[in-house]
């Protein structure tokens, strides 16, 4: 029972230049030291790039396409959230320490940030990431409805603050950058939402391999449906039914949103449009990175 008042809006403050909310940012030392093991699997993505989403498509193909095994507990639960820190309950740090292996880790965090002991443990990573736009609308929702987090302000104001990187977790340019130019030097399997959308089923498959799973034909099948945008917003393990409405006002937007490629064009200006482009030009260039068409 958390106290409304306790988890109401946090500051974001930087460490090392990279802004998070203060109370991550007091239990900084935690997560830096944190202890990673070698059949540790991290999950990190920008916030709302489809976490959830690829959280669902792997603990499905670690229980074979059982929905009741995965149904066990809220995708919270499953994947503790690593740096997640709020007054009055545990932190993800002291969540994971006490969890038994193997262990299902969700991170936001950028790159650079990410404790050293998973690189020393060659742990396996899948990072997913999203076109910046949609990525900005559904962050933008997000805040708006989580109360945990930093208020959004106007959409206007939104827009040029996530262009900035002046939001939780930093700069969207320089995470799903820093991750692209790490992913070869270690065990990272990089996806993209837009794809996955496309052809769950081809995606699901790389997923699978990733994860050294051999699945049958009628068991994909399993996942790709279980997996689907309406399923999981159906499944209360999955759309964050279980957090108190204080935190979550449902009332301005729902966790499971919509979970479709371009709703941008529903939110962007045509300036801002251009604005987000002539970036997003400059940042990728030479990266070999490359978001499909937008809309
Ligand atoms: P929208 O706000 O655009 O709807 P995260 O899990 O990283 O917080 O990301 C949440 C976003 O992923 C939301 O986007 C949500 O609807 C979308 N999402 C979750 N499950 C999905 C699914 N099965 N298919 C497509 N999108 C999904």
Redesign the pocket.
């Known amino acids: 029972n958390v106290p409304s008042e306790a988890i109401y809006r946090f500051p974001l403050e930087l460490v090392h230049g990279i802004p998070l909310m203060k109370p991550i940012i007091n239990r900084w030392q935690e997560v830096e030291q944190f202890q990673a093991r070698p059949d540790d699997l991290l999950i990190a ?1 920008y ?10 498509i792997v603990d499905l193909i670690l229980q074979d396409g059982d929905l009741e095994k995965a149904m066990r507990a809220p995708s919270h639960i499953r994947f503790p959230f690593m740096e997640f820190v709020t007054p009055t309950l545990p932190s993800g740090v002291e969540v994971l320490t006490k969890m038994p292996s193997p262990r299902l880790i969700k991170t936001h965090l950028p790159y650079q940030l990410v404790p050293t002991s998973f690189w020393n443990q060659n742990c396996k990573v899948i990072y ?1 990431a ?1 076109n910046a736009k ?1 990525n900005a ?2 962050f933008y ?2 805040d708006k409805m989580n109360k945990a987090q930093p208020d959004p302000g106007t959409w206007e104001s939104y827009v040029e603050a996530f262009l900035q990187g002046k939001v939780g977790w930093g700069s969207w340019f320089d995470h799903v950058i820093g991750w692209w130019e790490a992913k070869d030097k270690h065990r990272i399997l990089y996806m993209l ?1 837009e794809d ?2 496309e052809d769950p089923k081809r995606e699901i498959l790389k997923v699978m391999r990733f994860l050294g799973k051999e699945l049958s034909e009628e068991v994909l099948e399993k996942v790709v449906h279980h ?3 309406q ?3 159906e499944n209360p393990m ?1 759309n964050y039914s279980t957090v108190p409405s204080f935190m979550f006002d449902r009332a301005t ?1 729902m ?6 490629v371009g ?1 941008w064009v529903n939110h962007f200006t045509d300036s801002q449009s251009k604005a987000y482009d002539k970036v997003y030009n400059e940042k990728m260039r030479g990266t070999g990175l490359k978001f499909r068409s937008l809309i």
């Open positions: 993505t916030p709302k790039a489809g976490t959830t989403w690829m959280q669902e997913v999203r949609d609308v559904s929702w997000f939402y996955i959308k997996t689907s945008f399923a999981m917003k999955t937007s966790f499971m949103r919509k979970g479709e709703d």
